[in-house]
């Protein structure tokens, strides 16, 4: 059964997130916010609304994370190849649209587009293997930074590319 607390007015200022809910202490996770009044009793809410843990105002008992460039550079690389595949599927449609009506439209760029596409798919491929094989680095090793920068530099050069020739390949249509 929920407690009603009443608050003063220092812990109205201190509680940020919307429509907060006092709990029972079993039912808190570790995902959810604790505030403490001044004389040492704790309130705890519960977030209803599911707030993402990234927007809940900080706990500043805890000494302030430091960012790992390892943990940031393999999550960059797996967006980026997510954002590849992504790229592969949406020109394989258009592949498979031109290629299947060849036959019943008579297109003037079809050889251009086909080549595009089919080039288009392949630098993305060839991409997202070289991204892999990134991901598979360690960034904290000193020796690997420079293969490490410029591989992604590289891939920051062949990402352009890509994203000219899909230029070329859409204003085909």
């Not at 805890?62 to 550079?73: E, H, R, V």
Request: charged share 15%; hydrophobic share 45%; net charge positive.
């Amino acid at each position: 059964m929920l407690k009603a607390y009443s608050m003063s007015d220092q812990d109205r200022i201190t509680v940020t997130t919307p429509m907060m809910v006092p709990t029972t202490e079993n039912e808190i996770s570790e995902k959810e916010t604790v505030y403490t009044q001044n004389d040492s009793k704790k309130l705890k809410f519960k977030n209803p609304l599911k707030v993402p843990v990234a927007l809940l105002p900080p706990d500043r008992n805890q000494p302030p994370m430091i960012l790992d460039p390892n943990i940031y550079s393999t999550k960059k690389t797996v967006m980026t190849i997510l954002c590849l595949i992504i790229i592969i599927m949406a020109n394989s449609i258009q592949l498979k649209f031109v290629i299947k009506n060849s036959a019943s439209i008579y297109n003037q760029f079809y050889s251009a587009q086909v080549g595009l596409g089919i080039t288009s798919v392949l630098l993305a491929a060839s991409i997202g293997f070289v991204l892999m094989y990134s991901a598979r680095l360690n960034y904290n090793d000193e020796y690997k930074q420079r293969k490490l920068d410029f591989i992604n530099n590289t891939v920051m050069i062949l990402l352009f590319v890509l994203c000219i020739l899909n230029i070329f390949l859409v204003a085909m249509n």
